[in-house]
T-cell receptor, first 113, second 113 residues
């Protein structure tokens, strides 16, 4: 089975722009979660989707949003980018919501100039 | 709010040594705990998942234990190899209303040849 894939792998944007990141989960997985990883804050939970519904949301401003499609693929969007949004954005998928192993993708490295 | 702590932050050992990585969490109301490894600039690789009803899990040279009542988990690596060099992260899935995965800050392991 193919693993979790994320596109693009690298992205450079300027302040004020918006960005959309994509995540394709492992086939058969219905849950997708997003995380932000920075050297200062470590790994922080953004949101979780299951069957196209947001089930959980972390403590991030409303500029961060996401959605999940009927094929379980997910996108996250960050509007009005700030320098502090520079980070590695990781997507993880699992079969179900809470009892199953989370499998992570390689991440999207976002740099905001 | 769940908090996860990993000690030490960094560890350097000679090849062949057995070693233990520690993880502690503040809220024992959890579904499970998962150990990951992360190589520089890469995504996370799942190592072991321990459900709250389990005491330990083993995979090859790795053994993870869970003491939910005391809020502790250990990852034991036997006969360490240079290829084990990576950052090891533990993550706890809380069973409260948040139900999100909370990560520790990781232990950076270096195994010297």
């Amino acid at each position: 089975k193919a693993g979790v894939t994320q596109t693009p792998r690298y992205l450079i944007k300027t302040r004020g722009q918006q960005v959309t990141l994509s995540c394709s989960p492992i086939s058969g997985h219905r849950s997708v979660s997003w995380y932000q990883q920075t050297p200062g804050q470590g790994l922080q939970f953004l949101f979780e989707y299951f069957s196209e519904t947001q089930r959980n949301k972390g403590n991030f401003p409303g500029r961060f949003s996401g959605r999940q499609f009927s094929n379980s693929r997910s996108e996250m969007n960050v509007s009005t980018l700030e320098l502090g949004d520079s980070a590695l954005y990781l997507c993880a998928s699992s079969v179900g919501q809470v009892l199953d192993t989370q499998y992570f993708g390689p991440g999207t490295r976002l740099t905001v100039l | 709010k769940q908090e996860v702590t990993q000690i030490p932050a960094a560890l350097s050992v000679p090849e062949g040594e057995n070693l233990v990585l520690n993880c502690s969490f503040t809220d024992s109301a959890i579904y499970n705990l998962q150990w990951f490894r992360q190589d520089p600039g890469k995504g996370l690789t799942s190592l072991l998942l321990i459900q709250s009803s389990q005491r330990e899990q083993t995979s090859g040279r790795l053994n993870a234990s869970l003491d939910k009542s005391s809020g502790r988990s250990t990852l034991y690596i036997a006969a360490s190899q240079p290829g084990d060099s990576a950052t090891y992260l533990c993550a706890v899935r809380s069973s409260g209303s948040a139900r999100q995965l909370t990560f520790g800050s990781g232990t950076q392991l270096t195994v010297l040849p």
